[in-house]
Every structure is written in C-alpha cells, then in structure tokens.
C-alpha cells in the first residue's frame, strides 16, 4: 500500500535527551513536510523539503533538525534545545508544485511525551 | 502574512441535521488556495478539497459541500445529513502561490461533535 508512516506512534523521552522522529513515504513524492500540533491549537510548520538534500526552516524551527539524504525519507530530531517538546508530530508530503498539485498528504503522527 | 480563523471551537448536532463550519481567511496574494482537512480521532489528517483562488465555484461531493466567497473572504463547509463518522476536528488551511515554497497556514480547527 503506498502512504506516509511514522513510528513510533507514541514516543517518550526524558528532558535533555534528543530524540528522533521518523517519517518514510512511498509515493514518490517530491516535497515532504513536518508539522507540530498543540492540544486546541492547529498545525504550525517546524521544516520542510522540496527536493533532496535541500530543506527549509518553517515558522517553528529552533530546537529541531532534520536530514533529507533520500526521498522517501525525512527524519526529525527534537534536539534538548527545545523548550516544549511534548506535543503530536506530523509528518506530510506533496507531489509538489512542478507538478502544479499542491495537497498535502499526512501520516498518522507521533506523539511525543518529554518528562 | 497569511491568517486563516475558524471561530467556532466546538459544534455538536444531532445526527441528521445539516451543520455548516465557518472559515474566514486574510491574505494579500491574488492567487492562493484553501483546504478542509478532517482529523479523527486517530489523528492523521485526511485531505477533503482544495480550492483555487481563481475558481469561486461551490463544490458538492456527496453529503459535503463548499461554498466559497471572496467577497467576504470566506470558505465555509456545510455536512448535510450528519453522521456520527463525520465527528471528527476539521481544519481550514490556506496557502499561497510562491513557487517552490508551498506552506500551509492552518485554522485552530473546529471540533465537530455528532450526538446518535
């Protein structure tokens, strides 16, 4: 089946800890995406890559990383600089604009838990 | 800057009555395009329509339909007949034209409730 994981679907970490998110996709997308999501509130960018070996900051990138060495792949780390990392991860990808399609398809997300 | 606002929070019907979710967006862009996503309680957000700037047609897909208005900046989304599977978080998403840099600014959702 083709479709965009993420696991694991729960994550718990303990403060001072990086810890990395995984995301895979099978669709040949070209452009891929992550997102945070805080109870009550929408999804706000962290990081996102239009083609390999090339990504971009969002609105929310300071305390996270990420590696787009392949394009079914892009892996993010919530390093220990990030002051609020508990929240509900999403991972996302698009054919991309060269394709003139613009929807973003999500993966089932991973929540992370930081005590 | 992009702004995108679903002011209603939380909604719960009785299944079967039509029930309408607001969207009301800002932007200075000529071109741009608006989304719905459903978010059950699974969490993955499932993509529902996309809508052009350019194309102010409403869009009816089964028991789901659209209406757009630029006139009021607004893109609002009606479920006729409601079901208890259409409870669920939908959110509003716009996004403009910037080649090669397509970012998605989301509403803070709305919580739709469907009572049996």
């Known amino acids: 089946d083709g479709g965009i994981t993420q696991s694991p679907k729960y994550l718990f970490r303990k403060e001072g800890q990086n810890v990395t998110l995984s995301c895979e996709q099978n669709?040949?997308?070209?452009?891929m995406y992550w997102y945070r999501q805080d109870p009550g509130q929408g999804l706000r960018l962290i990081y996102y890559s239009q083609i390999v070996n090339d990504f971009q900051k969002g609105d929310i990138a300071e305390g996270y990383s990420v590696s787009r060495e392949k394009k079914e792949s892009f892996p993010l780390t919530v390093t220990s600089a990030q002051k609020n990392p508990t929240a509900f991860y999403l991972c996302?990808?698009?054919?991309?604009?060269?394709?003139?399609?613009?929807?973003?398809?999500f993966g089932p997300g991973t929540r992370l838990t930081v005590t | 800057a992009q702004k995108v606002t679903q002011a209603q929070t939380e909604i719960s019907v009785v299944e079967k009555e039509d029930v309408t979710l607001d969207c009301v967006y800002e932007?200075?862009?000529?071109?741009?395009?608006l989304f719905w996503y459903k978010q059950p309680p699974s969490g993955e957000l499932v993509f529902l329509i996309r809508r052009n700037s350019f194309d102010e047609q409403n869009e009816i897909s089964g028991r789901y339909s659209w209406n757009f208005q630029k006139s009021t900046s607004s893109f609002n989304f009606t479920i006729t007949a409601s079901q208890v599977v259409d409870s669920a978080v939908y959110f509003c998403a716009l996004m403009k034209s910037n080649f090669g840099n397509e970012k998605l600014t989301f509403g803070t959702g709305t919580r739709l409730t469907i009572i049996p």
């Open positions: 932007t200075r862009d000529t071109t741009y395009y």
């Open positions: 669709l040949n997308h070209d452009a």
């Open positions: 996302a990808s698009s054919i991309g604009a060269l394709a003139g399609v613009y929807e973003q398809y």
